[in-house]
């Protein structure tokens, strides 16, 4: 595993387990998926599911009244919108949250 790859895991699952940068950053997926024109008023969950084969770090996120999208977190920390959940499930057959379904 690469350097950078194996700091983008770390700093997702850093973020996941330490509550005061959980807060930051899913007050940074929020602003990422409402950029995105998409409602999401709170983050209920989140979950990494792996690296890309271009090196980016993608993180599911659930939103608490409904919704749950793909955010990207790219080598240099930026965060960019991928998907809903549902088109990343369609895509890859891979699914967003493994003990229900996402839709």
Do not use: W
Not at 30 to 45: L, N, P, Y
């Amino acid at each position: 595993m690469s350097h950078g790859r194996r700091a983008l895991l770390t700093l997702v699952f850093t973020v996941a387990a330490l509550p005061a940068h959980a807060q930051l950053a899913q007050q940074a997926f929020q602003v990422v998926i409402t950029r995105a024109g998409h409602d999401c008023q709170g983050i209920e969950r989140t979950r990494a599911l792996g690296t890309s084969t271009n090196k980016v770090a993608l993180v599911a996120v659930a939103c608490t009244k409904g919704g749950s999208h793909v955010v990207a977190i790219h080598r240099d920390n930026s965060l960019s919108y991928m998907s809903s959940c549902e088109a990343f499930e369609t895509g890859t057959g891979l699914a967003c949250f493994e003990d229900r379904s996402s839709r």
